[in-house]
């Protein structure tokens, strides 16, 4: 038997490239689109929903990346880049578009709260007692069922909305009074 580790075929970035240029070009044509709507009057909206398509698009391209080992050094060097790219995207997003960011974080941080709250539900297993009301309820174990996830439905999405909301806030007075410097 071989103790030899299979060596692991390398991508490098113009492989990389290669592979997803669609993804580049369809990228290429979102940051062209927010660009020019940047620069007319009265579209900032089409600029920030373009912009959120473009971030969209680079967050998709970055989870394509490959792992560590397979990657080459171009490649971990672009990811690496690509990685703060978005970072700076997203700094530059709540920069340019204080107004539509402030609207729309209340909805994202529904879903994030929302999301975590759920993995935590699921991993630690809470949904189970609500899963073993007894069969010989009959019809009434689904009404009991149904009542107590949604009571918990419920108080989830109200945490996430009165937490997004304080978030929200906090960040509305940001924008109002920005700190000197």
Do not use: C
């Not at 009959?138 to 419920?154: E, H, K, L, Q, T």
């Amino acid at each position: 038997m071989s103790t030899q580790k299979a060596e692991i075929k390398k991508i490098n970035l113009e492989q990389f490239i290669s592979d997803h240029y669609h993804m580049f070009t369809v990228m290429g044509v979102f940051g062209g689109l927010t660009a020019l709507f940047a620069k007319l009057e009265n579209a900032s909206y089409l600029a920030f929903f373009s912009f959120l398509m473009f971030i969209l698009l680079d967050v998709d391209i970055w989870v394509k990346f490959p792992k560590s080992e397979e990657a080459s050094l171009s490649l971990k060097i672009f990811e690496a880049f690509s990685q703060l790219y978005v970072v700076l995207v997203g700094i530059y997003l709540v920069q340019a578009y204080p107004n539509y960011v402030v609207q729309l974080l209340p909805v994202f941080f529904t879903l994030v709260f929302s999301a975590v709250f759920f993995l935590m539900f699921n991993k630690f297993k809470l949904f189970e007692p609500i899963r073993r009301v007894s069969p010989t309820l009959g019809a009434r174990r689904f009404a009991i069922r149904v009542i107590i996830g949604m009571a918990i439905v419920s108080g989830l999405f109200l945490l996430s909305v009165m937490l997004g909301t304080l978030v929200t806030t906090l960040i509305k007075n940001y924008f109002q009074y920005p700190p000197t410097t």
